[in-house]
């Protein structure tokens, strides 16, 4: 449970009354320094309430009669697996006005491959798909959905996953579970039945929610955003040369074997180059094939653009989705503008020409290199000239951040 004071002074006597009180009774307090409020964490309750129905206690006085909620502007980053979706989250992740949820369908996953492995079945493609956006938009009213609240505390608390340790604000609430609990086996000792209760002040506490997702499998899952009462949401599209993403794959597949020098065909094929083509492109949309749900709602963004042009690429995204940028954004930007990341292609030295032209060769591969400018090697004098370039401009008819 959750409680927001503001305190004046001539209640001062009062307040730390009411704070030893709540100290005798287990409940942590975090003091943010920007907006002078105090956040108390109920971390308490007896793990035998699993099993019992739990309803969310969250209020706030205030000197003023409270405030009707406003629906926060929404914005989906989705991208697959090494295309530079967590890099560009983080401008979202260092703005302390973000509610920022990283990968919350992990919990989702891992729930029902458990569940199919315990019980012999399969899971429904239905029921996942809506599940997968009843989290996605737990953010848009800070509510969380009773089906969902099960998945969230897998993401929570699985010593597996570190989801809840990629987003500022839920790391600083399990931090401070840890410090209280230091005995606690747990990363984020919250006691379950608190988790949704949990995320849902988190959200309601940050005037904007992105959440970062690569297991987004087809944009229509998110077209239920159009039948949400007063959401404002936006969809960026994170993609990356297809020969990157692939070699970044492989590097991370096979980080502990020094005997590879390069990568090859076989390689190529283990890393899923196919389906990462065509998820590219059958979720990018052009000015001409744009859906009225998708209208100035929707737009791609090659991490390379990001890469060779930090700062830019951030102003023009923050104006896309509509947020203001914030000061600690802008600091985070500027420290990592000059490390981080490399605007290098080690594809053109990893992957052998073989491997190469697999993915050149591509049919999915070719239209998704033709649509946004990504160049193919004609032979592998290419690959070491130095006037040869893999990038050229988005076409004109993307619709992109760019």
Known sequence: MFLLRRFRPRKICVFFTVVGLLL?????IQLDRETNEHTLIDLSGDDTERNEQFTPTVSATTDTATEAYSPK?????????????????????????????????????????????????????????????????SGSHCNVSDDSRIFLTVYMKNTIFSGAY????????????????PQSESRCP???????????????????????VIRIQNIMMLRQFAFEEDVDYKIVQVIRDPRSVVTSRLKAKYASNSSIEQYTEAHVREAGHQYLCRWMFDNAKTHYTITPWLENRFATLRFEDFVANRV???????????????????????????????????WKTLLDWDAIRLIQSDPACQKVMKLFGYVPAADKSDLSSDGWSSLMHVPANVVAIS
């Open 166 to 181: 990629r987003s500022e604000s839920m790391r600083k609430v399990c931090e401070l579970a840890k410090k209280q609990l």
């Open 73 to 137: 502007k929404v914005v989906v980053l989705m991208s697959l697996s090494k295309c530079g979706g967590s890099s560009v989250g983080e401008l979202f992740n260092q703005n302390p006005d973000v509610f920022y949820f990283f990968e919350p369908l992990w919990g989702l996953e891992y729930a029902i491959k458990k569940s199919n492995q315990e019980n012999g079945t399969k899971d429904r493609i239905d029921d996942y798909q809506r599940l997968s956006f009843r989290l996605v938009n």
């Open 24 to 28: 005798a009774t287990g409940i942590v």
């Open 312 to 346: 830019t690429t951030a102003e023009r995204l923050y104006q896309f989705v509509g947020f203001p940028q914030h000061k600690k954004m802008l600091n985070w930007l500027n420290a990592h503008t000059q490390s981080g990341l490399q605007s290098s292609d080690p």
């Open 190 to 212: 919250i006691n379950d039945m608190k988790v949704p209760d949990v995320i849902e002040q988190l959200c309601t506490e940050k005037s904007y929610y992105v959440v970062k």
